[in-house]
């Protein structure tokens, strides 16, 4: 099993720039969930999806901030535009019928 | 929304001597899950709890599901370096039909001297 596989790893960019995350949840998972990851803050449920389907976004910080689950293996989370107080690390979760929830290697986003 | 209040923040301590850091909620949770982090990776699964009272060990990890489902803690006996990490508290309102959701504390930067 390849878990949860997010892409890119690393990404660098400059205020203003949009920025696209993404995410391969476990086959025969059904939700996925978008999370944030700060010093400040810790950790922050953005969004989750049931059967691709948007459940709870009222963790999505501004209207800059989307996610997408256009089939049952790939989601994204776009930021546009991107500012630096995105900068944090962005995991992706998944799991089966509320079962336990395991998390990708995450994506440490830089914004300049 | 809950807020689940993790200490200690941090712990430096020697190899071979006993854990102990704990979660308190003013909310009731169903679920109590205890996470561990390694530098550059994702959280990953240690212990879950199910029922208030609960006592559950998993090798050296031992965590309880407090009474009033408002806290939990999580002991490490005999602690060895590669214990280092950060450990993060979960809890879980499984109030039916879809929602999964999670919240969790900051977490506790647990540090093993050799």
């Known amino acids: 099993d390849a878990g949860v596989i997010q892409s890119p790893r690393h990404e660098v960019t400059e205020m203003g720039q949009e920025v696209t995350l993404r995410c391969k949840p476990i086959s025969g998972h059904n939700s996925l969930f978008w999370y944030r990851q700060t010093m400040m803050r810790g950790l922050e449920l953005l969004i989750y999806?049931?059967?691709?389907?948007?459940?709870?976004d009222s963790g999505m910080p501004e209207d800059r901030f989307s996610a997408k689950m256009p089939n049952a293996s790939f989601s994204t989370l776009k930021i546009q535009p991107s500012e630096p107080r995105d900068s944090a690390v962005y995991f992706c979760?998944?799991?089966?019928?509320?079962?336990?929830?395991?998390f990708g290697p995450g994506t440490r986003l830089t914004v300049l | 929304g809950q807020q689940l209040n993790q200490s200690p923040q941090s712990m430096f301590i020697q190899e071979g001597e006993d854990v102990s850091m704990n979660c308190t909620s003013s909310?009731?949770?169903?679920?109590w899950l205890w996470y561990k982090q390694d530098p550059g990776e994702g959280p990953v699964l240690l212990i879950a709890l199910y029922k208030a009272g609960e006592l559950t060990s998993n090798g050296r990890l031992t965590a309880q599901f407090g009474i009033t489902r408002k806290d939990s803690f999580l002991n490490i006996s005999a602690s060895i370096p590669s214990d280092v990490g950060i450990y993060f508290c979960a809890g879980q309102i499984n109030s039916g039909g879809s929602n999964y959701k999670l919240t969790f504390g900051k977490g506790t930067l647990l540090t093993v001297n050799p």
């Open positions: 999806f049931n059967n691709n389907v948007p459940i709870d």
């Open positions: 979760a998944s799991t089966r019928l509320g079962q336990e929830q395991f």
């Open positions: 909310s009731i949770f169903n679920t």
